[in-house]
T-cell receptor, first 113, second 110 residues
């Protein structure tokens, strides 16, 4: 089955630690995205990548980093510089051409202890 | 900043009711519009794209008014399974990114 996978589903982190969230897709999509969702809030864009070895900052990139070494993979690192990292993190991808709908993975819930 | 505004909700309706969600957007250059559905603690899933002429998919009808920068979603004959949060989503022209509204929660009761 084609789709987007994220791991782990739940992640607990101590303050001051960096953690990396995994996102993999086998849809052959060029573009990939990372969002953060807080309770009662909309999705906010952290980073996105339209092609391998290239990525752009979204609206809330501070405290996060990404890489795009393979088309299938777009890992997100939440660094200790991120002041409020507890949130639901969603990865998405989009194929080439229009329209621009994105397809989401199941998400990772990160909790800082 | 490009914004997407939705009714805050929640909307509480009985089974069989018709319910309408409204959404306004600020980016007049946007060309693509969507409604996503998000169940509690799950990822958003595409419900339907919104086309200029309006479009229908079973009990769901989406309308777009470009002049007023307004999008709507109508759900007829509500089912218990329609209970979810509905997200209005607008493409950011030229950036291949999307802006999401905060969503409107729908609760359908027996």
């Amino acid at each position: 089955d084609g789709g987007i996978t994220q791991s782990p589903k739940y992640l607990f982190r101590k303050e001051g630690q960096n953690v990396t969230l995994s996102c993999e897709q086998n849809l052959n999509h060029d573009a990939m995205y990372w969002y953060r969702q807080d309770p009662g809030q909309g999705l906010r864009l952290i980073y996105y990548s339209q092609i391998v070895n290239d990525f752009q900052k979204g609206d809330i990139a501070e405290g996060y980093s990404v890489s795009r070494e393979k088309k299938e993979s777009f890992p997100l690192t939440v660094t200790s510089a991120q002041k409020n990292p507890t949130a639901f993190y969603l990865c998405a991808s989009r194929g080439g051409g229009g329209p621009y709908e994105q397809f989401f993975g199941p998400g990772t819930r990160l909790t800082v202890l | 900043r490009k914004e997407v505004e939705q009714d805050p909700g929640p909307f509480n309706v009985p089974e069989g009711a018709t319910v309408a969600f409204n959404c306004t957007y600020s980016n007049s250059a946007s060309q693509s519009f969507f409604w996503y559905r998000q169940d509690c603690r799950k990822e958003p899933k595409l419900l339907m794209s919104v086309y200029s002429s309006g479009n229908e998919d079973g009990r769901f009808t989406a309308q777009l008014n470009r002049a007023s920068q307004y999008i709507s979603l109508l759900i007829r004959d509500s089912k218990l399974s329609d209970s979810a949060t509905y997200l209005c989503v607008v493409e950011n022209s030229g950036y291949s990114t999307l802006t999401f509204g905060k969503g409107t929660m729908l609760l359908v009761s027996p």
